[in-house]
T-cell receptor, first 112, second 114 residues
Framework: AQRVTQPEKLLSVFKGAPVELKCNYS??????LFWYVQYSRQRLQLLLR??SRESIKGFTADLNKGETSFHLKKPFAQEEDSAMYYC??????????????FGSGTQLTVLP | NAGVMQNPRHLVRRRGQEARLRCSPM?????VYWYRQLPEEGLKFMVY????????ESGMPKERFSAEFPKEGPSILRIQQVVRGDSAAYFC????????????FGSGTRLTVV
């Protein structure tokens, strides 16, 4: 069965410092991985997906199949990055739809 | 495009009552998913529906929970005879046929059972 682990429930960094939010997964197939973000009082939003190899708001994430990790990184954290971050793994189920398995989330606080 | 709309935002029910949660997907999205988030936990998949069809309900509790997505109108998640353990945030998401780009989530319904 697939599983997503985010080992840190809380993470605090100072503004301008690098930040890394850890995500490890277990999945027997070829994974599709995502990072979602939830700002205070807002809905869950897609931040980035590994297949796009994109950088959103300065965040990047590289899929490391050897270490089964998909850590989220940003070289210089900003106060507006403070939010809850969820790593998610997608698997194809019947009907060609995706079912997401979420980690328990990491609350990032960027201190001034 | 108003996005995925869920209502109500907050719902309080007494034990034994029924809870009905509604979700209107984004325009053009034909897939609806329901997730539950218990306190201190991540979102857990419950059910995936297309219009008039339940495709995958592997995450639904066996009793008291049901979901539908009728031809007209929103998707409904129904919880009968609620218990305290049903208190959680319930999120709906929708996606287009090609859901490679991930879901769009609603703001959720926070159910409190008293």
């Amino acid at each position: 069965a697939q599983r997503v682990t985010q080992p840190e429930k809380l993470l605090s960094v100072f503004k301008g410092a690098p930040v890394e939010l850890k995500c490890n997964y277990s999945y027997s197939g070829s994974p599709e991985l995502f990072w979602y973000v939830q700002y205070s009082r807002q809905r869950l939003q897609l931040l980035l997906r590994h297949i796009s190899r994109e950088s959103i708001k300065g965040f990047t994430a590289d899929l490391n199949k050897g270490e089964t990790s998909f850590h989220l990184k940003k070289p210089f954290a900003q106060e507006e990055d403070s939010a809850m971050y969820y790593c998610a793994l997608s698997k194809v189920t019947s009907g060609s739809a995706r079912q997401l398995t979420f980690g328990s989330g990491t609350q990032l606080t960027v201190l001034p | 495009n108003a996005g995925v709309m869920q209502n109500p935002r907050h719902l309080v029910r007494r034990r034994g009552q029924e809870a009905r949660l509604r979700c209107s997907p984004m325009k053009g999205h034909s897939h609806v998913y329901w997730y539950r988030q218990l306190p201190e936990e991540g979102l857990k998949f419950m059910v995936y529906l297309q219009k008039e069809n339940i495709i995958d309900e592997s995450g639904m509790p066996k009793e008291r929970f049901s979901a539908e997505f009728p031809k007209e109108g929103p998707s409904i998640l129904r919880i009968q005879q609620v218990v305290r353990g049903d208190s959680a945030a319930y999120f709906c998401a929708s996606s287009p046929i090609d859901s490679l780009y991930g879901y769009t989530f609603g703001s959720g319904t926070r159910l409190t059972v008293v």
